[in-house]
């Protein structure tokens, strides 16, 4: 078998075995433990505990499946399962722009 | 298509980067100038004669420099870690020297892509005091006037987030920005009741920019007026402005 391939299979594994998920919040990248079967809401309160970002309220955050501007925000009563995304995905959890004369 | 339409209703005519007094103020001796990214003394030069204002403030420095560079470097190691990701959505960090950070905004959403914009973010006295932000040309790094800018910063049913003085000098008028708790208007809005809680890191700064003053971008437009073309860019998709 070719060196390679083994090297894929063992990346394989390994997201297969993965237990946490890496969430972005506001720029800060934390991994929190986390299961495909819980509600978001839980991951975002974990991931805000993590960044130690508890001084707003986890309804103030945004979490979205990419930083794409155009991905749709996630609702924290879905699970990951609901959106496709899996362990392996990325999460990023932001805040909205205050200001503009317009609070 | 109006390329015009992209301006501020409130810009007044153009005078030029050459209006924003030039001067050469070196950092208080206590500021410790170290380079995390990048090594160009050139370019170094090209970001503090940009930002006149910006150095003015490191006379004032408040903070234990050790304090503001530790809280720097953490920022810098943040944006290096989801870089490729920032890379897609066109962002170019060009150099991040204590204690500025200089990022270049592309529309990669426009092919042929174009830079719009670059932006020096500052961080001395932080996070005693917020971020600083100004923007500069993208190549000479040059601060730009309010006539010049090529995007307003778009808020859905709100005013756009650029905002000016009378000097025309644009700012970034949202909160985790010190011009915006700088301003009278904001003296009820402090600083020190968003630090530390999410608001005014780098990568929220520029998420606010790219989202408000880019992406909305969709492409080229052209005006015609006494027979000469003027190609600029097109008005934003109003779908795609942000709330």
């Given at each position: 078998m070719h060196p390679r391939m083994v090297t894929h299979q063992a990346e394989g594994l390994r997201m297969n075995t993965k237990d946490t998920l890496t969430v972005v919040v506001s720029g800060t990248p934390v991994e929190v433990k986390a299961n495909e079967?819980?509600?978001?809401?839980?991951?975002?309160?974990e991931a805000l505990k993590e960044a130690k970002q508890t001084a707003r309220p986890p309804e103030d955050w945004t979490l979205r499946g990419s930083a794409d501007e155009n991905s749709t925000a996630l609702?924290?009563?879905?699970?990951l399962r609901d959106y496709g995304l899996t362990l392996a995905s990325t999460l990023w959890l932001s805040l909205g722009s205050g200001g503009g004369g317009a609070q | 298509m109006n390329s015009q339409s992209?301006?501020?209703?409130?810009?007044?005519p153009v005078t030029g980067a050459g209006s924003v007094p030039q001067r050469s103020?070196?950092?208080?001796?206590?500021?410790?100038r170290d380079e995390t990214v990048g090594s160009s003394d050139s370019l170094d030069r090209a970001i503090a004669a940009s930002s006149d204002v910006v150095r003015?403030?490191?006379?004032l420095q408040l903070v234990?420099?050790?304090?503001?560079?530790?809280?720097?470097?953490?920022?810098?190691?943040?944006?290096?870690?989801?870089e490729s990701e920032y890379l897609r959505r066109g962002w170019i960090l060009l150099q991040a020297t204590f204690p500025q950070v200089a990022v270049l905004f592309a529309a990669p959403q426009i092919v042929p892509t174009p830079i719009i914009l670059g932006v020096i973010v500052d961080f001395t006295n932080y996070d005693f005091w917020a971020a600083s932000v100004r923007f500069v040309h993208p190549f000479t790094l040059a601060p730009l006037s309010l006539g010049e800018m090529p995007t307003a910063f778009w808020k859905r049913n709100a005013p756009p987030l650029l905002?000016?003085?009378?000097?025309?000098?644009?700012f970034l008028c949202v909160r985790g920005v010190r011009e915006y708790h700088n301003h009278p208007a904001h003296s009820n809005d402090p600083w020190l009741a968003y630090r530390g809680t999410g608001v005014g890191t780098l990568y929220q700064?520029?998420?606010?920019?790219?989202r408000h003053g880019i992406a909305p971008l969709t492409g080229f437009g052209f005006q015609v007026t006494s027979m000469q073309v003027q190609i600029g860019l097109g008005p934003p998709d109003p779908t795609k402005v942000p709330e």
């Open positions: 079967n819980e509600e978001l809401l839980v991951i975002i309160k609702s924290p009563k879905s699970k | 992209l301006k501020p209703q409130s810009a007044e103020i070196e950092p208080a001796p206590s500021v410790q003015r403030d490191l006379s234990d420099p050790s304090v503001s560079r530790a809280k720097f470097d953490r920022e810098v190691r943040n944006y290096r870690a989801m905002q000016s003085h009378q000097d025309q000098v644009p700064i520029l998420d606010i920019l790219h």
